[in-house]
T-cell receptor
Framework: DAGITQSPRYKITETGRQVTLMCHQT?????MFWYRQDLGHGLRLIYY???????DKGEVPDGYVVSRSKTENFPLTLESATRSQTSVYFC??????????????FGPGTRLTVL | GENVEQHPSTLSVQEGDSAVIKCTYS??????FPWYKQELGKRPQLIID?????GEKKDQRIAVTLNKTAKHFSLHITETQPEDSAVYFC?????????????FGTGTRLQVTL
């Protein structure tokens, strides 16, 4: 589990501010994902990436931007934070090949509060 | 995409009893169904998974069953223990483009009482 990390672990910001959440994995996994977790909604996919420089929208992408210039990093940016983006954000990765290619491994999460 | 429904939302059992959590999915092309356990304040962790070519899979006290015709799958925990108390999520895979993605159920909070 130490192979995928997120920073910061906790963040408080104000409405309208730009915030970037970091995700780093040391497994050289091809695929990386960003989810948000809210009570009553489970885990919802925001964005995902199949490889460096390849990203695509998930279920709830509005208000978020991602990039992936290096395989190991997948930052998530809230361009202008809103209160509705208060949530716990999880990054995940998967190998993308072989028998276990579907299994996703989660980072420890970032708890974001937007005031 | 995929739609996954999970029931019940909360489940309380006595220690030693069995617990069953059920999920249904909508996309008949889904072929991978993992279950995650999430303890309070922690990350979701995979506890068991099943693929569409298998009807049942067991790992010690936990088992998962899959009925592709009915598009539902279930998690069974036998001889429950206090440390089984957590939120459990089911998920189903779906594919678009180059990646296989997961859609999660809304979770079941399991409480094991002494």
């Amino acid at each position: 589990d130490a192979g995928i990390t997120q920073s910061p672990r906790y963040k408080i910001t104000e409405t309208g501010r730009q915030v970037t959440l970091m995700c780093h994995q040391t497994w050289s996994h091809s695929y990386m994902f960003w989810y948000r977790q809210d009570l009553g909604h489970g885990l919802r996919l925001i964005y995902y990436s199949a490889a460096a420089d390849i990203t695509d929208k998930g279920e709830v992408p509005d208000g978020y931007v991602v990039s992936r210039s290096k395989t190991e990093n997948f930052p998530l940016t809230l361009e202008s934070a809103t209160r509705s983006q208060t949530s716990v954000y999880f990054c995940a990765s998967t190998e993308g090949s072989g028998a276990k290619w579907d299994t996703q491994y989660f980072g420890p999460g970032t708890r974001l509060t937007v005031l | 995409g995929e739609n996954v429904e999970q029931h019940p939302s909360t489940l309380s059992v006595q220690e030693g009893d069995s617990a069953v959590i059920k999920c249904t999915y909508s996309d008949s092309a889904s072929n991978y169904f993992p279950w995650y356990k999430q303890e309070l304040g922690k990350r979701p962790q995979l506890i068991i998974d099943i693929r569409s070519n298998v009807g049942e899979k067991k790992d010690q006290r936990i088992a998962v069953t899959l009925n592709k015709t009915a598009k539902h799958f279930s998690l069974h925990i036998t001889e429950t223990q206090p440390e089984d108390s957590a939120v459990y999520f089911c998920a189903a895979s779906w594919a678009a483009g180059t990646a296989s993605k997961l859609t999660f159920g809304t979770g079941t909070r399991l409480q094991v009482t002494l």
